[in-house]
């Protein structure tokens, strides 16, 4: 049976299931949280940082969040396509976008799109959160996949991006979610006492947390150019607890004529790599790398 129960009796959550619509306001308060939860001065820009709006796919309020957090963060994705401007007004817009079983793992993709007042998209994420299963026991309409290969081990290093190292603690993490007030003060990636309600040694920094990191080290790649056209995928192999030291590296890799690939991972201070970093820069407009569907959970 599943390590959630739930999995199997949510039959609403299927592609196409409307979970709601919010406005935003890019805040030049916000700006400054971001960037000191990633140990960042706080100096603002013209634009937002590129995964400031990162956390709008995951935590709407309903019955799915309780589904969601029985599953496991496995991976998420997103695209930049124009920069945001500090003190923007934005339309977030999120759904249910896929639903399917990897060996023995039921997988539901979570996707927002940010739109501008003009209506044209900005930011699009998408979240992949998964539950181990009995595979006969999911709805026989839930398609069956396999895990996708990896796209970029084979391509050569063109540039690397400066090592980066990272002491994360409680007060980060609280910065990074402070502008979510909708999720509250009891939850694991900002109160003690509800990580250790749930059996975590101290707060669990948030996967969007995580990948922000690695967004700012892409950055440094390719500059401004990032926030048109940046796609960035993460998977995540193992928790980061407040207190862990991680290291992130991500590289440059030979491309074509229509985008130019990353990879990279970041690494705790056991050496133990808890997140891989894929994805790239598109040069032509309107069309985005292709993010990766993160399906390949171990079991």
């Known amino acids: 049976m599943s390590d959630n129960p739930r999995v199997a ?3 609403d959550v299927m ?16 700006t400054r949280d971001h960037l000191s939860s990633l140990g960042l001065p706080e100096i603002v820009g013209e634009y937002a940082p590129y995964l400031l709006l990162g956390t709008e796919p995951w935590g709407w309020p309903g019955a799915y969040v309780e589904y969601w957090l029985g599953g496991v963060a496995q991976a998420m994705s997103w695209y930049s396509a124009r920069p945001v401007p500090i003190g923007a007004k934005l339309r977030a817009e999120a759904r249910v976008s896929d639903r399917y079983v990897v060996r023995n793992r039921e997988c539901s993709v979570i996707t927002a799109d940010l739109f501008d007042e003009a209506g044209d998209l900005v930011l699009t994420g998408s979240g992949i959160y998964s539950a181990k299963v009995d595979p006969a026991a999911v709805r026989a309409d ?14 050569e290093i063109i540039a690397s991006a400066e090592p980066r190292t990272v002491r ?18 009891g939850n694991f990636h900002t109160s003690i006492e509800a990580a250790q309600a749930a059996g975590l040694p101290d707060v669990l920094i948030g996967s969007s947390h ?7 080290r892409a950055q440094t790649l390719f500059g401004a150019r990032w926030l048109s056209g940046g796609t960035l995928t993460t998977r995540f192999l193992k928790p980061v607890i407040a207190g862990d030291e991680v290291t992130i590296i991500v590289h440059r890799l030979a491309g074509s004529e229509d985008r130019i690939p990353i990879r990279g991972e970041m690494a705790n201070q056991r050496g133990d790599v808890v997140m891989t970093i894929s994805g790239g820069l598109a040069l032509k407009e309107g069309k985005p790398m292709t993010a990766a569907t993160p399906s390949g959970a171990k079991a």
Do not use: N
């Open 9 to 11: 009796e949510i039959d």
């Open 15 to 30: 592609p196409g299931k409307l979970l709601g619509t919010k406005s935003i306001t890019v805040a030049e308060r916000d």
């Open 142 to 155: 839930v398609p069956r996949r396999d895990a996708p290969a990896a796209e970029t081990a084979d391509l």
């Open 168 to 185: 994360l603690d409680r007060e980060m993490s609280r910065l990074f979610w402070r502008h979510r007030a909708d999720l509250g003060d």
């Open 210 to 216: 995580l990948a922000a990191l690695a967004g700012e």
